[in-house]
């Protein structure tokens, strides 16, 4: 939705004062010329409410104190009227004129003090800055609280503006929560047809609308139109947005004749209320070519889309968040119209501003918001990409910028997750935010993993959970050396000649009308060739090939790696095979023996690129070593690209989740796969069985690091608990490799019903929470051996809280660990994600459920090659995948783990 429509116009629906009773006819005067001043900005006459209000504060500084009622309110008008008019300086110097003279009061006005920050954030809001916005809202809010109710109006009036503020950072259902609330609040407090219940009406229309929902939010805006229109008519301001919000939801439902009335008398109403250069008119002419542009009036849409954004430059400044979506738009129209280098152009500039966005909100939003805020901001790139495959240039070289892209965003919410937990254990004057913050988390971690129906009310917990990690996120936002700019010049300087680096990227493919078709393609970088973009296959032939090859048992692995045809063939059912999908499009460009260094987008998360077969007998990893990260952009910081041999480490195996291991062990093994999977408890009220392989493979291990001589300790049985996991970082440091062989989980879905251990977690909607490792006792709570509060659930969650920042190393010997829910641009959620978090460097995951058996013998194999012969990990990792290839051919066997570093 334009941003326009995000826009509060606060009607100053109460007055802070009643008129005076005073004889004093200057007082009275100044009463009459407040109220008049009222009664214009309500109408929308700002020049003639500006002179009412100018001429009452004159007459009050005559006479009155400044410290006066009148006067105060006189400033208060005035700093709203600047506000109304977007002269935001003028605004904002008149505010804190007044807010200087509250705070020095004897005696303070609550009522005016917190109205007065409701202002100042209003004011921020529409400048786009959002976190003084909050901050101001934040503070009203902490007023009308302590007022317990004495002012209802203006706490409804404060919940809307901070539903406007959610709506902003795309937490749509955070933003309609605060809006019912200002509706419950303010519809006994107002009379049923004003302004500003007709405003709540639009709000909850535009949250519709940007859920996709545009009949309902068809009918919120007419309702709300009816009734601003019968009673105020196109004078009211409200009147401007609430046809503005109208026009654009009849546009999406291709009612373009209604759609161009409406928004023609909006546009006319604006110019007459506000000017020819006002920044609502700029914009209303950028939606005024959106609707020439839908009847196929592409010359008169450059125009109206050229004037308009000239105006929002001049403005609103290029850092405003409006200007940066008008400027992709001017793209679309250059792009239709056949200008595709100038429409290169401007997907360039709406990239770098919408980067530029992201930044500034990446330091006072939490993560959650910031996930909110950085998917409903995401387009930008689909546009370059979509245009650059459909007309390949050099110039502007779309690819370099792409790859530009890429590097700043692919893990960027990761960063910013790492870059608090850095911060705070660096400086010792946040520590106490820093564990509070930890302790709340904790607490809704442990609430989190009870079932539904036992849980205490968290939401408490977890507003001032939110509140502390604003606080700590603005306070980490100058320790700013991981958001440094890593350009695709500085990684391929960091190529050696028998070096590449490929970005995978998923993207909305764009021409340039929105669609549903998902595309992926690979930037191709190597030390001497600039980035090269090679269009990959649409995301539903991906999806079609996962699908058919079932949920990752023996017969779909085989079928989804080419088992049968050896991945080069098309399949009998014409389904495109993996090497087809993405290594035949290439190799061309790749020589064998290149060490190719890539880092997956989507669906390529969930597989292991390395193991897909292109020719009878032979597999990539033969052609090419091939090492997964999170971002290319870890290139530049990999100064020594081997990873050093651990010196010390704990390993967990052989766990008892009983109170006695099982006497059958040894004919479990003999017999089934005996996964280590959560399979078993998600279908059947059961245990985690279990696993006797897991004895022998610790055994090997605590064998090779006694001959290598590492510091290591082993916690078995009914020692290995998640109690004592959590405290592994309690020495000075998290010992430089962790290996844990146990079993693995990750519930796809909020599987209502769900039995057995695991249950709570699997209802939850955090990923973090439904993925996660069984430790000692996960059968019995009632172990002796559990610490209070401990269920034997080692969740995602409760590691990304950890202190693991040297470790090296992890080895998640377990099945479905490098699984979770993908997101874009952000890898996996789940286990991969925690311990990337916490500050892990490299991980060993696996992509399906491994028997116990392989398992035991793949790491066997990997330890022996690097501890015993010394290789470096990526190198081990190679030679025992393709040793266990060898050995047994079967990808299910051998191509199940994934080394992410």
């Not at 901050?135 to 109710?149: P, T, Y």
């Not at 690209?641 to 008892?656: D, Q, T």
């Not at 897991?694 to 608990?721: C, N, P, Q, Y």
Request: negative net charge.
């Amino acid at each position: 939705m334009y941003r326009i429509f995000f826009l509060l116009l606060l009607l100053c629906p109460i007055l802070l004062y009643s008129q005076s009773e005073t004889p004093d006819p200057r007082i009275k005067q100044v009463d009459s010329l407040s109220f008049a001043a009222v009664l214009d900005l309500r109408k929308g006459q700002f020049d003639e409410a500006l002179l009412d209000i100018k001429a009452a504060k004159e007459l009050a500084s005559a006479f009155l104190d400044r410290s006066d009622e009148k006067y105060r309110i006189c400033l208060f008008l005035e700093g709203r009227i600047y506000g109304e008019t977007e002269q935001f300086e003028k605004a904002i110097a008149v505010h804190r004129r007044l807010m200087s003279i509250l705070v020095q009061l004897p005696e303070p006005d609550s009522l005016q003090l917190g109205q007065n920050f409701d202002n100042f954030g209003t004011i921020y809001f529409r400048q786009g800055d959002f976190r003084q916005a909050e901050q101001c809202f934040r503070s009203a809010a902490k007023i009308w609280d302590a007022l317990e109710g004495e002012n209802p109006t203006l706490a409804g009036i404060n919940h809307n503006n901070m539903g406007m503020l959610f709506q902003s950072y795309g937490q749509l259902d955070r933003a309609h929560e605060q809006f019912e609330i200002s509706t419950r609040i303010l519809s006994p407090a107002l009379p049923p047809r004003h302004p500003f219940l007709v405003q709540l009406l639009s709000n909850l229309g535009t949250v519709a609308y940007l859920q996709g929902e545009y009949a309902r939010a068809a009918e919120y805006y007419e309702e709300a139109y009816d009734l601003i229109d019968s009673t105020q008519g196109p004078k009211n301001p409200v009147w401007i947005l609430i046809g503005n919000n109208l026009a654009g939801v009849y546009q999406k439902l291709n009612k373009l004749d209604e759609a161009t009335s409406l928004a023609n008398l909006v546009h006319e109403r604006m110019v007459s209320s506000f000017g020819q250069e006002h920044p609502k008119v700029g914009m209303s002419l950028v939606n005024l070519a959106k609707l020439a542009d839908r009847s196929g009036q592409l010359d008169t849409a450059l125009l109206l889309a050229h004037k308009g954004i000239r105006i929002m430059e001049e403005s609103l400044g290029e850092s405003h968040h409006d200007f940066g979506p008008a400027i992709q738009y001017l793209g679309n129209l250059y792009w239709k119209t056949g200008q595709h280098e100038k429409a290169l152009r401007q997907y360039i500039r709406a990239n770098s501003l919408a980067k530029s966005y992201l930044t500034t909100a990446s330091q006072y939003l939490s993560e959650s918001e910031l996930e909110s805020y950085s998917a409903a901001n995401r387009s930008g790139v689909g546009f370059l990409l979509s245009a650059a495959e459909m007309h390949p240039t050099n110039e502007p070289n779309a690819a370099a910028v792409a790859y530009d892209h890429m590097l700043f965003t692919k893990g960027f919410l990761l960063t910013a997750a790492k870059r608090i937990r850095q911060y705070a254990r660096r400086d010792p004057f946040i520590q106490q935010s820093y564990v509070a913050w930890q302790e709340y988390l904790s607490r809704i971690a442990g609430e989190m993993a009870k079932p539904i129906e036992s849980r205490a009310d968290i939401s408490i917990w977890q507003d001032s959970a939110l509140l502390l990690e604003k606080q700590l996120v603005q306070s980490a936002s100058a320790f700013s050396r991981d958001y440094q700019q890593v350009g695709w010049e500085q990684v391929q300087a960091g190529l050696g000649p028998d070096e590449m680096a490929i970005e995978f990227v998923r993207y909305p493919f764009l021409d340039p009308e929105s669609t549903d078709r998902i595309r992926y393609a690979a930037i191709l970088l190597s030390h001497d060739h600039d980035p090269r973009l090679i269009p990959l296959a649409d995301e539903a032939v991906f999806q079609k090939l996962l699908v058919a090859s079932g949920n990752g048992s023996i017969e779909a692995v085989d079928h989804l790696y080419g088992y049968n045809q050896r991945g080069f063939r098309v399949q009998q059912d014409s389904l495109q095979t993996l090497f087809e999908l993405v290594w035949a499009p290439l190799l061309e460009q790749i020589p064998p023996g290149v060490t190719i260094y890539h880092s997956p987008d989507g669906l390529l998360n969930r597989l292991n690129l390395g193991a897909v077969p292109f020719t009878l007998d032979s597999v990539i990893l033969d052609r090419n070593p091939v090492i997964q990260l999170t971002s290319t952009r870890d290139l530049v910081s990999m100064d020594n690209r081997k990873s050093k041999a651990p010196e010390s480490a704990w390993v967990f195996g052989a766990i008892r989740y009983d109170t006695e291991a099982p006497e059958d062990a040894t004919l479990q093994e003999n017999g089934a796969l005996a996964s280590r999977s959560s399979d078993a408890v998600l279908s059947l009220d059961a245990d985690w069985p279990y696993l006797p392989g897991t004895e022998r493979e610790v055994k090997a291990i605590a064998d090779l690091m006694t001959e290598k001589g590492l510091d290591f300790k082993i916690w078995t049985g009914s020692a290995a608990t998640e109690d004592r996991f959590l405290h592994i970082s309690d020495d000075e440091f998290s010992p430089d490799l962790i290996h844990l062989a146990t079993h693995g989980f990750f519930f796809k879905d909020q599987a209502s019903g769900t039995a057995g251990p695991g249950a709570g977690m699997s209802m939850t909607e955090n990923p973090m929470f439904r993925s996660g490792l069984v430790m000692a006792g996960a059968n019995h709570e009632e172990m002796t051996t559990l610490e209070e509060g401990e269920d034997g659930i080692l969740t995602a969650y409760e590691i990304s809280e950890l202190d693991l920042s040297h470790t090296e190393t992890v080895v998640l010997s377990a099945c479905e660990t490098g699984l979770g829910e993908v997101l874009v641009g952000e890898g996996v959620y789940g286990l991969q994600r925690a311990f990337k978090i916490a500050g892990v460097q490299n991980l060993i995951i696996s992509l399906w459920q491994v028997s116990d058996r392989n398992t035991k013998l793949f790491m066997e194999t990997f330890y022996g090659i690097w501890l015993r012969d010394g290789k470096d990990i990526s190198d081990a990792f190679r030679q025992a995948q393709l040793e266990m290839r060898d050995r047994f051919l079967s990808p299910y066997q051998w191509a199940g783990f994934v080394l992410v570093q």
